[in-house]
């Protein structure tokens, strides 16, 4: 009893004594206050303070092809029949101080252990900026952006993401700056330098860098508008623009990206489910020795979230917008060998960092896929899914028919993913 009363009197003369301090603090200072005179403030360990959330996310499938599958990379992607460990990823998330955050993800498999992303993000600087240094995707598109085994409703990747920046994305080491326009709706430009080391359309690492001109330029403008109290609509265009390897170091000839996104997103009122359409296209045009190459993809998915457990998804992808066409003379023939190489059973011996040894990345190709999948969550933590894909291969004349069954479990406290 006589501690309060004393705690009560020091907050008095207090207010007494300093009229304008008193004013200004907030009520939660002043029950702080009341809390340490009285000896009952809650405290939390420093270790506690310092320790950042860590979360592991595990993917496995197994997979069925009736033919030799479609070229795919082993990164992340079931390319064989039998049983893969798509991805194990381990991640870390953690404010550094007030004006900095940092997230890393490591990607572990059974070959080794590799930095995903790693970066640095500003929290605190003025005219709506934003920095962003390390190890990061590209922010071009909205697939590439995205952990796909975490966050979208199919096994595998879209078709023209995987044949224009490979299974391991476009990503790379540097900085990105955007702007958030003072708007009353969402307007964002985003635009980074990164090194360009994507084997399949890019091509510098980061050892060979000399200057400006070896690094991949990026940028992407995207708007989001609400379309009443339960439909989004948020659309972007992005453009890349790096150096390729199938020139000498001191002229390297350079490839260009474009794309478009599209995304409508319907959400239930009264519960968890939803309905979202997505599509992109993008287009590449690479300058070659003798010549050059243009080809274009796009891709169109529907997914129906039926209720926290339940969810199913149907996409369509084609290979051919624009139509693959050539320039002039291209060195298109200094790999002998045709994309068939990469279905080979011994796909494994020509997997080299992510590419294809002896595949012409740049040669025009055209591929139609159907796929659906049908998803189902035990609780948070957990998802099994089922898919089938139906591939055809105009130029060999050829459909696969393909089944996969994909297990996914959470550990620790992950964090939310880009809406």
Do not use: C
């Given at each position: 009893?006589?501690?309060?009363?004393?705690?009560?009197?020091?907050?008095?003369?207090?207010?007494?004594?300093?009229?304008?301090?008193?004013?200004?603090?907030?009520?939660?200072?002043?029950?702080?206050?009341?809390?340490?005179?009285?000896?009952?403030?809650?405290?939390?360990?420093?270790?506690?303070?310092?320790?950042?959330?860590?979360?592991?996310?595990?993917?496995?499938?197994?997979?069925?092809?009736?033919?030799?599958?479609?070229?795919?990379?082993?990164?992340?992607?079931?390319?064989?029949?039998?049983?893969?460990?798509?991805?194990?990823?381990?991640?870390?998330?953690?404010?550094?101080?007030?004006?900095?955050?940092?997230?890393?993800?490591?990607?572990?498999?059974?070959?080794?252990?590799?930095?995903?992303?790693?970066?640095?993000?500003?929290?605190?600087?003025?005219?709506?900026?934003?920095?962003?240094?390390?190890?990061?995707?590209?922010?071009?598109?909205?697939?590439?952006?995205?952990?796909?085994?975490?966050?979208?409703?199919?096994?595998?990747?879209?078709?023209?993401?995987?044949?224009?920046?490979?299974?391991?994305?476009?990503?790379?080491?540097?900085?990105?700056?955007?702007?958030?326009?003072?708007?009353?709706?969402?307007?964002?430009?985003?635009?980074?330098?990164?090194?360009?080391?994507?084997?399949?359309?890019?091509?510098?690492?980061?050892?060979?860098?000399?200057?400006?001109?070896?690094?991949?330029?990026?940028?992407?403008?995207?708007?989001?508008?609400?379309?009443?109290?339960?439909?989004?609509?948020?659309?972007?265009?992005?453009?890349?623009?790096?150096?390729?390897?199938?020139?000498?170091?001191?002229?390297?000839?350079?490839?260009?990206?474009?794309?478009?996104?599209?995304?409508?997103?319907?959400?239930?009122?009264?519960?968890?489910?939803?309905?979202?359409?997505?599509?992109?296209?993008?287009?590449?045009?690479?300058?070659?020795?003798?010549?050059?190459?243009?080809?274009?993809?796009?891709?169109?998915?529907?997914?129906?979230?039926?209720?926290?457990?339940?969810?199913?998804?149907?996409?369509?992808?084609?290979?051919?917008?624009?139509?693959?066409?050539?320039?002039?003379?291209?060195?298109?023939?200094?790999?002998?060998?045709?994309?068939?190489?990469?279905?080979?059973?011994?796909?494994?011996?020509?997997?080299?960092?992510?590419?294809?040894?002896?595949?012409?990345?740049?040669?025009?190709?055209?591929?139609?896929?159907?796929?659906?999948?049908?998803?189902?969550?035990?609780s948070e933590f957990q998802r099994i899914r089922l898919q089938a894909n139906y591939d055809f291969l105009p130029d060999e004349r050829r459909g696969i028919q393909e089944y996969f069954l994909q297990?996914?479990?959470?550990?620790?406290?992950?964090?939310?993913?880009?809406?």
């Amino acid at each position: 009893m006589i501690r309060w009363v004393r705690a009560t009197a020091v907050v008095a003369v207090a207010t007494l004594l300093f009229p304008d301090v008193s004013r200004a603090r907030a009520p939660e200072d002043l029950e702080a206050e009341l809390e340490r005179e009285l000896g009952t403030a809650r405290t939390t360990p420093v270790a506690a303070q310092l320790l950042p959330e860590i979360s592991l996310v595990g993917t496995m499938a197994g997979a069925v092809f009736s033919d030799a599958p479609s070229p795919r990379l082993p990164a992340h992607e079931p390319w064989h029949d039998g049983f893969s460990l798509q991805e194990i990823e381990l991640g870390f998330r953690s404010s550094v101080d007030p004006y900095v955050r940092a997230d890393v993800y490591l990607a572990l498999s059974l070959a080794g252990i590799e930095v995903e992303e790693a970066y640095a993000t500003t929290l605190a600087l003025p005219a709506n900026l934003q920095l962003r240094a390390g190890q990061f995707y590209a922010p071009f598109g909205r697939f590439n952006q995205l952990h796909f085994l975490e966050v979208t409703p199919f096994v595998d990747m879209p078709l023209v993401n995987r044949r224009f920046f490979g299974g391991e994305q476009l990503r790379g080491m540097g900085v990105e700056l955007s702007f958030l326009f003072p708007l009353p709706f969402f307007l964002e430009l985003r635009t980074a330098a990164q090194t360009a080391d994507n084997r399949l359309s890019f091509g510098v690492p980061a050892e060979d860098v000399h200057g400006a001109e070896d690094l991949l330029g990026v940028a992407r403008l995207v708007a989001s508008f609400d379309l009443g109290e339960r439909l989004n609509l948020l659309g972007g265009v992005s453009y890349a623009n790096g150096p390729n390897a199938e020139g000498p170091l001191e002229a390297r000839p350079r490839t260009q990206i474009l794309g478009a996104d599209l995304q409508l997103h319907l959400r239930d009122a009264a519960s968890r489910a939803y309905t979202a359409l997505q599509a992109e296209w993008i287009a590449r045009r690479a300058a070659l020795p003798g010549g050059g190459v243009r080809e274009g993809g796009a891709y169109l998915w529907l997914v129906r979230r039926f209720d926290a457990q339940w969810e199913a998804a149907v996409r369509a992808d084609w290979m051919g917008l624009p139509q693959g066409r050539t320039f002039g003379r291209p060195a298109l023939d200094v790999h002998e060998a045709h994309l068939r190489y990469a279905v080979r059973r011994d796909f494994h011996a020509a997997h080299d960092d992510g590419h294809v040894a002896g595949a012409p990345s740049f040669k025009p190709f055209g591929q139609r896929r159907f796929g659906a999948a049908i998803s189902f969550y035990p609780s948070e933590f957990q998802r099994i899914r089922l898919q089938a894909n139906y591939d055809f291969l105009p130029d060999e004349r050829r459909g696969i028919q393909e089944y996969f069954l994909q297990y996914q479990f959470v550990i620790g406290s992950h964090g939310a993913h880009v809406f």
